[in-house]
């Protein structure tokens, strides 16, 4: 079948195929892995800074699974579209879910090595730029999964391009708490990227230690909701709300063992870390976002202060993005 090919929007078939690439057990197992080890390592990072210590080789780790997991959910976002026309409601919605634990993943990983992004312009923007293109795609997805529980598409086999091509059968009485629900996690998506945002480029943060505990709480909240409607949705661990021809979601194929073999890769990294090799700066104090550079024995006069905060070489000045 063609990735292009056009959507059937007449005669829905009594079943759809499965899709291993996008619902299988490994798929799904690796999102939830990676967003599990990542959030975990984030609560660990946070504490350790509020007892003084760097935590230099789990901050590296952290990062090495982040952008692993932002990756894979800008990549199959971006194959759920591409597929739209071939792709049914229940495929959809499981996309839009590990959409979920990939923004849950990056704005944990924000709020433990904020310190660090901040440092340089160049990967401050680039995790910017990241977490637009996982949002821009996100809020897509979340349209076509709210445009099918509108039209009562959503356990239908047809394609989900067909919610902008069919009257549909009109949405279930039972479907509010539906709609309502994913009108809600949109806004909340968009309002989190604007807080990480902030979080992220404001110079002077305010609240921080309350941001930190707030937010990491609200990513796992986020993360564990959005698993467990995996684990009762997918075909692979529970009951998917269409029928499936076959049970290719719950095989282990070689495209199921390379996505939990690729968990191993940021463990390359403590490797690294701990032969000196990558060294992470260490956090500034939470009551200051300066650090004091001094040496007194090579000179004499006033002590030199360096902003642990780059800006952006277009700029032409100190100044944040929040302040004029």
């Not at 099918?148 to 959503?154: I, M, N, Q, W």
């Not at 009109?170 to 989190?192: K, Q």
Request: charge should be neutral; proline fraction near 4%; aromatic fraction near 10%.
């Amino acid at each position: 079948m063609s990735l292009f090919s056009v959507a059937k929007c007449t005669d829905p078939p009594d079943s759809t195929p499965s899709d291993a690439g996008v619902a299988g057990a490994g798929i799904l197992l690796s999102f939830m892995i990676t967003a599990c080890i990542a959030i975990v390592l984030a609560m660990t990072v946070i504490f350790s800074e509020y007892r003084g210590k760097t935590a230099t080789i789990r901050r590296k780790l952290l990062d090495g699974y982040s952008d692993s997991q932002i990756m894979q959910g800008i990549g199959i976002q971006s194959v759920g579209l591409a597929k739209m026309n071939t792709l049914v409601p229940y495929h959809f919605f499981l996309i839009w879910m590990l959409s979920l634990l990939s923004m849950a993943t990056h704005n944990a990983t924000l709020l433990a090595l904020v310190h660090d992004y901040r440092r340089d312009w160049v990967l401050r923007w680039l995790r910017q730029f990241l977490m637009f293109v996982n949002l821009a795609l996100s809020c897509v997805c979340g349209i076509f999964v709210l445009q099918a529980v509108a039209k009562g598409l959503d356990d239908e086999t047809l394609p989900i391009a067909c919610v902008w091509k069919t009257g549909g059968v009109g949405a279930p009485s039972n479907a509010g708490l539906s709609y309502v629900g994913t009108i809600a996690v949109i806004a909340g998506n968009c309002i989190v990227f604007g807080l990480a945002t902030w979080y992220l480029h404001s110079r002077r943060q305010r609240f921080f230690n309350a941001i930190q505990i707030v937010g990491i709480i609200l990513m796992a909240a986020i993360a564990i909701g959005a698993a467990v409607r995996v684990i009762l949705e997918s075909q692979a661990f529970g009951s998917p709300s269409v029928d499936l021809g076959d049970q290719g979601e719950q095989y282990w194929s070689f495209g199921q063992l390379l996505s939990m073999m690729l968990l191993l890769l940021p463990l390359v990294s403590i490797i690294e870390v701990y032969r000196g090799e990558i060294k992470l700066a260490p956090t500034p104090p939470f009551e200051s976002d300066r650090v004091r550079i001094c040496d007194s024995e090579l000179q004499e006069g006033p002590r030199v202060y360096r902003s642990s905060f780059q800006p952006s070489p277009f700029s032409g000045s100190q100044a944040d993005l929040f302040k004029k």
